[in-house]
């Protein structure tokens, strides 16, 4: 059974930094574009950043852009997602998910696999 776990929220200050983790197991996940959505209270899923299936390409919504840098491990099947100067804005539930569409995809819709989410509250 395939499976996303994510991991590494939680309460933080403002401007500090956070690097979330995402392990996949029950599949191969070597061809699949792996991304990041959040979902703050009471808003809709968004996008946050994709990243191809060799690491070679990242694509980054435009509230990700210079503060935040997703990366893979291919060998750890992991996926992570370091966040720098993180705001109270930044506060969501953080998911991982999998797509064999194409690396700009952020519609939720086109994701096979999703984890279960690790929430992040940024406050002081």
């Known amino acids: 059974q395939v499976q996303l776990v994510e991991s590494g929220g939680g309460l933080v200050q403002p401007g500090v930094s956070l690097r979330l983790s995402c392990a996949a197991s029950?599949?191969?996940?070597?061809?699949?574009?792996m991304s990041w959505f959040r979902q703050a209270p009471e808003k809709e899923r968004a996008f946050v950043a994709a990243?191809?299936?060799?690491?070679?390409?990242?694509y980054y919504a435009e509230s990700a852009k210079g503060r935040f840098t997703i990366s893979r491990d291919k060998a750890k099947n992991t996926v992570y997602l370091q966040m720098n100067s993180l705001t109270p804005e930044d506060t969501a539930d953080y998911y991982c998910a999998a797509t064999l569409v194409a690396l700009e995809t952020t519609r939720p819709t086109d994701y096979d696999y999703w984890g279960q989410g690790t929430q992040v509250t940024v406050s002081s």
């Open positions: 990243i191809s299936w060799n690491g070679g390409r990242q």
């Open positions: 029950g599949g191969t996940f070597s061809r699949y574009v």
